[in-house]
């Protein structure tokens, strides 16, 4: 259970009943994929002690990746499954909805 909870954007458990497409997904799986690569990659740079400015510059880049990535989940949301909650008049999926945003946009 704690899984589907997590895990509930792009799979069907008791409060989502949408399932996204196969390209939906494997876009989201490429951008998350690359982000840990370019995270991994400023490990490494802090590993061989390179210099702090340009491990920040890599850091806001592998943040604006994710935020970007957090955007096409939320879009893609929004065109589904909220579309389908509007539908059926399902107040629960909105309201998990804004907070999530809260969270994401903290």
Do not use: P
Not at 17 to 28: I, L, Q, R
């Amino acid at each position: 259970m704690e899984e589907s909870r997590h895990s509930h954007i792009y799979t069907v458990d008791e409060h989502h009943h949408h399932v996204h497409s196969e390209k939906e997904k494997k876009a989201v799986i490429n951008r998350l994929s690359k982000a840990i690569g370019h995270l991994e990659a400023v490990k490494r740079m802090v590993e061989r002690d390179e210099d702090c400015s340009e491990v920040l510059i890599q850091l806001a880049a592998v943040r604006s990746a994710i935020n970007n990535t957090g955007k096409v989940i939320l879009k893609n949301h929004i065109s589904h499954c909220i579309v389908e909650a509007v539908e059926e008049n399902d107040l629960e999926a909105i309201e998990m909805l804004n907070q999530a945003i809260d969270k994401f946009v903290k």
